[in-house]
């Protein structure tokens, strides 16, 4: 429980008071690290649901939806975003790249890069239809916990290019922690494969129309497979251009993996009818 509660202390503004820096607790942190998206998801599914029941406007769902996520987490993953765009659009050198990633000041590269980000999910959270069943709700809340297993995965698997936090929460990893990350990672993605088949309608379910049901499962697949590709991508980015994976990669390729989420999401929602 004290793992846990360290996780959340450090990427969320969830209260967890005070607990204890030690190593034994770090060991795990990251395999907790996706609860975290568990509860944002949660929280966004909730919000989802609510506005629903209300009636609220598209447009302020879609803001919720933009908001929740930076409440919950203080925008802590922003921050890794705006210093790699800085970082990316120098195309200097390694160790130049690693310096720019320290400096605490914004760009205007970052800068850029944290509007699109925002105006992309607000734009893609307005493009759901105007209603979600329970089922395809569940669906979109788990974007956060996957995107957040797959980062989580990156900091203990890829090899570290910096001295920061990333170094400290790999370097204090187990063996086992390791292992267990890769389980997680491995049983994150067959859910997120076979997911989308549990938000066919009741109608669809003993197969009575097995081509909408294909159809539908070839629009959704990509559910899975983007956020892997943008896995490998963030592999050869941090190696090539950084020297190794560091915090702000890892909160650079969450957003990028939970943006890419949403666009798959919303595209599949819209072309099956």
């Known amino acids: 429980m004290d793992t846990i509660r360290l996780a959340f ?3 969320s503004r969830i209260p967890m008071g005070s607990p204890a820096w030690s190593a034994r607790n770090k060991r795990y942190m990251m395999c907790a690290f996706p609860l975290v998206g568990l509860v944002l998801g949660a929280a966004c599914a909730g919000f989802i649901l609510l506005c629903g029941y209300w009636e609220l406007p598209d447009a302020v769902r879609a803001l919720g939806l933009t908001l929740i996520p930076l409440a919950l ?4 993953h922003l921050d890794g975003l705006a210093d790699t765009a800085d970082a990316l659009a120098s195309r200097a050198e390694p160790e130049r790249m690693r310096a720019i990633l320290k400096d605490p ?3 205007s590269f970052g800068v850029i890069a944290l509007i ?5 999910v607000f734009a893609l959270a ?9 089922r395809q709700t569940i669906l979109f809340g788990w974007g956060f916990v996957y995107s957040r297993t797959l980062s989580a995965a990156a900091v203990l698997n890829f090899p570290n290019g910096s001295d920061g936090l990333n170094k400290t929460f790999s370097d204090s990893a187990s063996k086992g922690a390791r292992k267990l990350m890769n389980v997680i990672v491995s049983a994150a993605i067959v859910i997120t494969v076979c997911l989308p088949a549990l938000t066919l309608h009741e109608a669809y379910m ?5 081509s909408a049901v294909l159809r539908f499962i070839g629009i959704m697949t990509p559910l899975a497979a983007v956020p892997v590709l943008l896995y490998t991508y ?4 941090a190696k090539r251009r950084f020297g190794g994976m560091s915090g702000d990669l890892a909160g650079w390729f969450l957003c990028r993996c939970e943006a ?4 798959v999401f919303a595209l599949g929602m819209t072309f099956w009818k």
């Open 126 to 134: 307005l493009a759901l239809p105007a209603e979600l069943t329970v």
């Open 105 to 107: 000041r914004v760009g």
């Open 73 to 76: 987490t203080g925008g802590i």
């Open 234 to 237: 963030l592999s050869r980015t």
């Open 260 to 263: 890419a989420y949403l666009a």
């Open 9 to 11: 202390a450090m990427f």
């Open 206 to 210: 003993p197969f009575r129309n097995a």
């Open 116 to 120: 699109v980000y925002l105006v992309s």
